[in-house]
């Protein structure tokens, strides 16, 4: 399958001026990224912590707790933007991050 170029739109709270965008060259980059941010938030908790640990419902609660979230996938056949909601980027961050577990599994 082709990169598909994706575009995070985040706000992490109520004010307008906490929006933001981060592009990424593929779905799964993009779900990296979101999972970095929360353990960039995780490290600003509890900066002593040198292991950051999360279960899936942790990060499903940091998601659903943004103000705003929500990501455009380029589809390379109709040549747009396709946008997707909070629901599919839970979805997928748990497919990516099964799959991170299962590849670490197999070389570990």
Not at 13 to 25: G, K, L
Not at 69 to 88: E, K
Not at 90 to 100: E, N, P, V
Request: one cysteine or more.
């Amino acid at each position: 399958m082709t990169n598909r170029h994706t575009i995070i739109l985040m706000q992490t709270t109520q004010y307008r001026a906490s929006r933001t965008f981060q592009d990424y060259d593929s779905i799964s980059r993009a779900m990296d990224g979101i999972c970095n941010f929360y353990e960039r938030k995780l490290r600003e908790i509890d900066p002593t912590n040198q292991h950051i640990t999360y279960d899936i419902s942790d990060l499903y609660n940091f998601i659903d707790g943004l103000a705003d979230l929500s990501a455009l996938v380029f589809d390379h056949n109709i040549q747009a933007y396709l946008p997707h909601d909070r629901q599919w980027i839970k979805q997928k961050a748990f497919q990516h991050l099964k799959r991170l577990a299962t590849n670490s599994n197999r070389h570990g």
